[in-house]
Structure formats: C-alpha cells, structure tokens
Nanobody, 120 residues
Framework: QVQLVESGGGLVQAGGSLRLSCIIS????????MAWYRQAPGKQRESVAT???????NYADSVKGRFTISRETIKKMTYLQMSSLKPEDTAVYYC??????????????WGQGTQVTVSS
C-alpha cells in the first residue's frame, strides 16, 4: 500500500546543483528514518544520507559537505539537496523509508529511483 516516488533527477554539468524529492503515499503509522541511496554503473548500491525522526543526519564520506538531507514529516517527504556535483555522482538515486506499521511491525520501503547524470 505504501509507495515512494522520487523526482528531481536529470542532467547537470559538473559543479551544478540538483534537489531530489521523495513523497511517501499510502498508510503508515510512523516514519522512523528517511534515507537516500544511489547506485552507479559498476558499483554497489550505497547509502548517501540518512535522517532520523529526531533530525539526526548521517552522510557518506563521498558526499559530506556537498549534500544535505532534510525532511518534512507532516507532508511525508524527504529531500536531498546536492551541490558541487561531480561526474562520480552519476547514479540512480533511491528514496528509502524505515517505518512502523499500525501493528507495530518494522517495515522498509523503496522508491523506483531517479536518474542523476553529471557531465564533465
């Protein structure tokens, strides 16, 4: 029932910026953690940034200082502001949510991904 939809990806030149958005639809009792992952060609999917319900953030070393994750809990949305983009940032970016169902069970949800391409 729960679906995550990413948007904001596209083509950008090195040094540019993009803002990714993720909206969560459907019924969910409580969102615990929101996160962004990415998978580049020839690489494993990696965690880029996470944010807890308390606002605590964590970033991968490769994006620290350049990317910022945020959330709007009431709107059930999360954002990834990306600046100083590099060609190495080219990847499919996925929204991820860890939440608690109405019966108290912990569940993990994934979006379909949005393509980000950074040209040199």
């Amino acid at each position: 029932q729960v679906q995550l939809v990413e948007s904001g990806g596209g083509l950008v030149q090195a040094g540019g910026s993009l803002r990714l958005s993720c909206i969560i639809s459907g019924s969910i009792f409580n969102i615990i953690t929101m996160a962004w992952y990415r998978q580049a060609p020839g690489k494993q999917r990696e965690s880029v940034a996470t944010i807890t319900d308390g606002g605590i953030t964590n970033y991968a070393d490769s994006v620290k200082g350049r990317f910022t994750i945020s959330r709007e809990t009431i709107k059930k949305m999360t954002y990834l502001q990306m600046s100083s983009l590099k060609p190495e940032d080219t990847a499919v970016y996925y929204c991820n949510v860890d939440g608690r169902n109405w019966d108290g069970r912990l569940l993990r949800y994934w979006g379909q991904g949005t393509q980000v391409t950074v040209s040199s």
